[in-house]
C-alpha cells in the first residue's frame, strides 16, 4: 500500500477538524438572527464545541493506548457523521448546542489521534512533512469550509447545509480507515511483533529493509520493561520538560488569539467596515486561502530549517500582524480600515501557518516516550482546547469592553511571551529519532545523537 496514501487519508481527519471548528463562522451569521443570539451567546455556540473538543482529548489518549490509534479513529468517524447531522436538523437552540457538543468531542479526538497516527508510521527523515498534512489538511478544510459558506450564504437556510456537510469528508475518512493498517509502534507495544512487521512492510513497502526500525521498536519495549504506565508518571522529573513544552505550546498557541479569526472572522470584518454577510464570507475565504498557502511553506521548511526557527519567525510575525490590526481599529469602521484588517489578518495568520500552527501538534507527537505517549498528548491537547474555549467565550465581551484595538494588543504582548517560552524551552527535533528525542528530553545520554536513524 503506497504511503501517500496512508497519510493522506489518515490526515483526513485534520480535514474534519478544520471544516467543523471554521464552518460556525459564516453559520454563526445566520445562526444569530434566527435564534436572536446575544453576543454571549454567540460566544456559547462557537465555544460549546470546544468544551466538547476538551472532553474528546481527555479520554482519546486512553483509549488510543489500549484499543489502538485506528481503532479510535474509525469511531471518531462515525461521531463526525452523527454530530454533523445533529446541528444542521436541529429546531431548537437546545439541539443545536447538543449537535456542537457532539462534534467537539469528535474535534477533540482528531486533533490528537491524527498527528500521533502519522508520527508513529512516519521515518525520521521526512516526519516533520508528513505529520505536518494533518495541519495543511486542517487548513484546507477551514478554507473549504469559508468557500461552502460563502457559496451558500443566499440560500434559504444554508446555515443547515454548511453544518450537514460536515457528514462527507466523515464517511470518506471512515471508509478509507477500513483500508489503513495499525500503528506499528501501537502493535509492537502490545506485544504484536509480527503484526507490527507487517504493518510496516504495508507502510514502507516490499524491498525496503526494516531492519532498523523493527531493532528500534525492540529497543523501546526493553526500556519500557517493567515501567508503570500510570498517569501519576507523567509528573516525574524524566517528563518535566516534556511536558512543560507540550502545556506550554498548547496554551501559547491559543492565548495569541488565532481562533478569534478562525471563528469570527466575518463578524470582525463586518465591524471593520465591510457590510454585508457575504462579503465578509468572502474575505473570510481569502483569509483561508492564505492558511493554506502558508502551511504548504512549512511543510517545505521544518525538516531543514527546523521545528525552533520556524516557531520564533513565526511568533515575531504573529505579534508585528496584531499590531498593525490594533492600529487599522483604532480608526474606526470605514472601507479604507476593512482592507487594512484584511491585510493585517492575512498576514497574522499566514505568520501563524509557518510555524505556530503545524509546529506545535508535531512537536506534542515527538518529545513523549512511546508507552505514555498517548496519554501525554491528551493532556495537551486539552490544554490547547480548553484555552481554546476560554479565549473563544471571552472573545466579543472583551470586544465590547475594551474594543478590537485593545483586545488586539493583548493579544500581541502574549504573541511575546511566547517567543520568550520558545527560546527558553524547546528543543529541536528535525531529524532525529524518536528514541533519540525521547532520551535527550529526559536527560538519558546513554542513547547517542542521531540513533536509530530509521524512527
Not at 160 to 178: C, D, K, N, S, T
Request: charged fraction near 10%; aromatic fraction near 10%; proline fraction near 3%.
Amino acid at each position: 500500500m503506497h504511503y501517500v496514501f496512508i497519510a493522506g487519508v489518515a490526515a483526513l481527519g485534520g480535514l474534519l477538524f478544520g471544516y467543523d471548528t471554521g464552518v460556525i463562522s459564516g453559520a454563526l451569521l445566520y445562526i444569530r438572527d434566527l435564534f436572536a443570539l446575544s453576543p454571549a451567546m454567540q460566544g456559547l455556540v462557537a465555544a460549546i464545541a470546544l468544551a466538547g473538543a476538551a472532553a474528546g482529548a481527555g479520554f482519546a489518549g486512553s483509549l488510543s493506548d489500549r484499543f489502538g490509534r485506528r481503532t479510535v479513529i474509525l469511531f471518531t468517524a462515525l461521531i463526525f457523521i452523527a454530530g454533523s447531522l445533529i446541528s444542521a436538523a436541529a429546531t431548537t437552540l437546545t439541539v443545536l448546542l447538543v449537535g456542537r457538543v457532539v462534534v467537539g468531542v469528535a474535534i477533540g479526538v482528531s486533533s490528537m489521534l491524527t498527528p500521533l497516527y502519522l508520527s508513529e508510521m512516519a521515518p525520521a527523515k521526512n516526519r516533520g512533512v508528513i505529520v505536518s498534512l494533518n495541519q495543511l489538511f486542517l487548513t484546507v478544510g477551514i478554507f473549504v469550509s469559508y468557500l461552502v459558506g460563502y457559496g451558500l450564504s443566499g440560500v434559504h437556510e444554508g446555515w443547515r447545509w454548511m453544518l450537514g456537510l460536515g457528514a462527507v469528508p466523515g464517511a470518506i475518512l471512515f471508509i478509507g480507515m477500513l483500508l489503513l493498517p495499525e500503528s506499528p509502534r501501537w502493535l509492537a507495544g502490545h506485544g504484536r511483533m509480527k503484526d507490527a512487521e507487517g504493518a510496516l512492510r504495508r507502510v514502507r513497502g516490499n524491498g525496503v529493509d526494516l531492519t532498523g526500525e523493527l531493532t528500534s521498536l525492540r529497543k523501546d519495549l526493553r526500556r519500557d520493561d517493567g515501567k508503570s504506565h500510570a498517569w501519576g508518571e507523567l509528573l516525574k522529573p524524566a517528563l518535566r520538560n516534556s511536558m512543560i513544552v507540550g502545556i506550554g505550546l498548547a496554551i501559547f498557541q491559543q492565548i495569541t488569539g488565532v481562533n478569534t479569526v478562525i471563528y469570527f472572522a466575518p463578524t470582525i470584518f463586518q465591524t471593520a467596515g465591510l457590510s454585508s454577510a457575504s462579503a465578509a464570507i468572502l474575505a473570510t475565504a481569502g483569509v483561508g486561502l492564505v492558511n493554506v498557502l502558508f502551511t504548504l511553506v512549512s511543510m517545505r521548511l521544518v525538516d531543514g530549517l527546523g521545528r525552533r526557527p520556524l516557531l520564533i519567525w513565526s511568533l515575531c510575525g504573529m505579534a508585528a500582524s496584531l499590531c498593525l490590526l490594533a492600529f487599522a481599529f483604532a480608526f474606526g469602521a470605514n472601507a479604507s480600515v476593512g482592507w487594512l484588517t484584511i491585510t493585517a489578518l492575512c498576514l497574522y495568520v499566514g505568520f501563524f501557518a509557518v510555524g505556530l500552527g503545524p509546529v506545535f501538534w508535531l512537536l506534542i507527537s515527538e518529545i513523549f516516550p512511546l508507552r505514555l505517549r498517548g496519554r501525554a498528548m491528551g493532556i495537551a491537547t486539552v490544554a490547547q482546547w480548553v484555552l481554546n474555549l476560554i479565549v473563544t467565550a471571552t472573545f466579543l465581551n472583551l470586544v465590547q469592553a475594551l474594543g478590537s484595538s485593545g483586545v488586539f494588543l493583548i493579544y500581541a504582548a502574549l504573541t511575546v511571551l511566547a517567543v520568550l517560552f520558545t527560546l527558553r524551552f524547546v528543543p529541536e527535533t528535525k531529524g532525529r529519532s524518536l528514541e533519540q528525542i525521547e532520551a535527550d528530553m529526559s536527560g538519558d545520554a546513554s542513547v547517542p545523537h542521531g540513533a536509530v536513524v530509521g524512527r
